[in-house]
């Protein structure tokens, strides 16, 4: 069963699990399951998807009962007038703050403008050796994206040399292979924990808050790395 996090007549919002895919997709192959599938079986009517996560991405996903109401809301979207917030865990110190205004190019090789702001929270260095260096660095960060562009965080934080740990397509492929080599996991720390906007119907503002998830790898990864996550369970 899918967390439900929020729902109404008109508006659910689910806790995705790392590893579901939100929908088909030809970039992202073939799945044995969808969010969206899994949902409309779930309650037991279609579900409309009102943005999306990529399949590695965890947190707080959107969706509309009907057609209008999905307009509504895609249209904050596409206006930027809907807040959103990401954990995620990455290579090396972080600034204590910064503004990322990278403009980036999308899968039709459309050039597009770019902007990601990000807080760090915590800093942690541990004793694993990686290329020259005896210990390995690792920052916690919240970002917020004022665009939503494709792969976004991802390639922003590869942008400033702080890829998220993880991501294969725009990460470290060395630091990844000796976390799986080190701790046996493979997963990317990424997760959407806040969401909030004014509902299409009631004019009403609206905030969505998903913990992490037991038994998932943003937990373990912070577990090793001695990060306090306990307010964000």
């Known amino acids: 069963m899918l967390e439900i996090l929020y729902q109404d007549d008109y508006l659910i919002a689910i806790n995705k699990p790392s590893g579901l895919l939100v929908h088909k997709s030809k970039y992202a192959g073939p799945a044995d399951e969808y969010a969206v599938d899994k ?12 943005h999306r996560l990529d399949r590695k991405t965890s947190g707080v996903l959107l ?32 600034k ?13 090789e459309i050039v597009q403008n770019a902007v990601t702001y990000y807080r760090r929270l915590q800093i942690s260095e541990i004793e694993l050796p990686f290329l020259k260096h005896p210990t390995s660095r690792y920052s916690l960060v919240e970002a ?8 976004q965080l991802r390639k922003h934080f590869k942008h400033i040399l702080h890829p998220i740990l993880g991501c294969r397509k725009h990460g470290c ?45 943003f937990l373990e990864i912070g577990s090793i790395l001695n990060f306090d996550l306990g307010k964000y369970i």
């Open 39 to 50: 949902l409309t079986n779930q309650m037991g009517k279609k579900v409309h998807l009102v």
């Open 63 to 94: 969706f509309a009962f009907d057609k209008e109401t999905l307009k509504l809301i895609s249209d904050q979207f596409m206006n930027r007038e809907v807040e959103k917030k990401y954990l995620a865990i990455l290579r090396g110190w972080t």
């Open 96 to 108: 204590e703050e910064e503004t990322i205004d990278y403009y980036l190019t999308n899968e039709n």
């Open 144 to 151: 917020t994206p004022e665009t939503g562009r494709f792969h």
């Open 173 to 217: 492929n060395k630091q990844n292979k000796l976390w799986l080599n080190t701790f046996n996991i493979t997963a990317m720390p990424l997760h959407s924990h806040y969401l909030s906007f004014q509902h299409p119907m009631s004019h009403q503002a609206v905030s969505i808050r998903a913990g992490l998830q037991v038994n998932t790898g």
